[in-house]
């Protein structure tokens, strides 16, 4: 059974089309990283899959569930880190976590949850003194609560410390070899990357990649970007030769200089197609592409 299904969800926010028929899964057991630049979509996701927000068309399961029918019965088996989270400022962190055992029906000793996210020296502390990152550890313990099959983390390591997004990836890593299924979203390629099997790309509400980690860095290996600057701006004719070299993925141009990403060894070919296209090229660089550029090249968003 897959942990996470979603099969052409679409969700339109008056003029906004949050989600442009997405369709994805994510199996059970493994760490999934949900990435993509801000308004992608990713918290709109996150929303539908707790029935906090309904698709316009499309329909999604969790755990084998539609959350749509069931929204009890799966909230209690997800852990959630939501992005806005809210806090009793007079109820301390204990009472707090006390409260999400109860409400899954979980026997955990507060404590202990309290220790995993390093503030049991605060827990009888009211919640309303914490500081931004201990309420988000307060918060991700309440997740936590219950074993739950699923934890649905949103931006888990924003307003974090260091050593915090280290504990988080711990915790996360616990997680998963204790069963669970964890689904985290971020705009930053480097968390997901320390910690996720697999991850979707999501941009402008669609997925524009899904894959492991060790397959999108095959994707890039012996990739390279080229930054030419040429004496005049290229004309059609010049863009069009260097887009139809061999191994030139994607051209970018910005008055005279163009970022050119491509595979294997085609520099030589880029610049005479340039010369022959009747364009002098007075300098030029080459950078090997790292999983960030592929990212940026995934996410970019064409004018
Ligand atoms: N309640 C709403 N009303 C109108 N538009 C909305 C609403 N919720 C989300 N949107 C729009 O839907 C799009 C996707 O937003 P969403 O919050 O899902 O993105 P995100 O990927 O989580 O972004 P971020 O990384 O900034 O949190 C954005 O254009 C946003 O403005």
């Known amino acids: ?27 059970e057991g493994e760490v999934f990283g949900f990435l993509g630049p801000n308004g992608a979509g990713k918290s709109t996701t996150i929303d539908i899959l707790l029935d906090f ?6 329909s999604c399961t969790v755990l084998g569930m539609d ?32 409260f999400a055992i109860d409400s899954k ?21 009211k919640a309303g003194g914490y500081s931004k990152g201990m309420t988000q550890r307060l918060v991700l313990a309440m997740a936590l609560a219950g074993e739950p099959d699923l934890l649905v983390l949103d931006e888990p390591t924003t307003g974090l410390d260091p050593a915090g997004a280290r504990e988080m990836r711990e915790i996360i890593r616990e997680e998963v070899d204790r069963g669970a299924t964890v689904f ?8 997901v990357e320390a910690v996720a099997d697999r991850v979707g790309i999501l941009s402008e509400g669609e997925l524009v990649a899904v894959d492991t980690i060790d ?11 080229l930054t030419v600057t040429l004496s005049t701006p290229p004309d059609d004719n010049a863009l069009a ?44 660089s080459t950078e090997e592409t790292s999983l960030e550029d592929l990212f940026m090249q995934y996410t970019e968003v064409s004018a």
Do not use: W
């Open 67 to 98: 959350p749509q029918r069931q929204p009890e019965a799966v909230r209690r088996r997800v852990g959630i880190l939501p992005d806005g989270y809210h806090v009793y400022d007079r109820l301390t962190g204990r009472q707090h976590v006390q």
């Open 1 to 27: 059974m897959a942990a996470i299904k979603l099969d052409d969800v679409t969700k339109r926010f008056d003029e906004v089309t949050a989600l442009d028929e997405l369709s994805m899964t994510v199996e």
């Open 241 to 284: 030769a260097a887009e139809s070299v061999d191994g030139v993925q994607d051209v970018a141009v910005d008055g005279a200089t163009l970022t050119i990403s491509c595979q294997g060894n085609v520099k030589m070919d880029v610049l005479d197609a340039f010369e022959s296209a009747g364009h002098e090229v007075v300098d030029f």
């Open 53 to 58: 927000v309904r698709p316009t068309s499309g």
């Open 105 to 125: 029906a979980g026997d955990d000793d507060p404590m202990t949850l309290l220790e995993r996210v390093d503030i049991a020296d605060a827990a009888d502390r």
């Open 215 to 225: 397959n999108l860095r095959d994707a890039t290996a012996g990739g390279e970007t």
């Open 184 to 191: 985290f979203s971020s705009h930053i390629l480097e968390q």
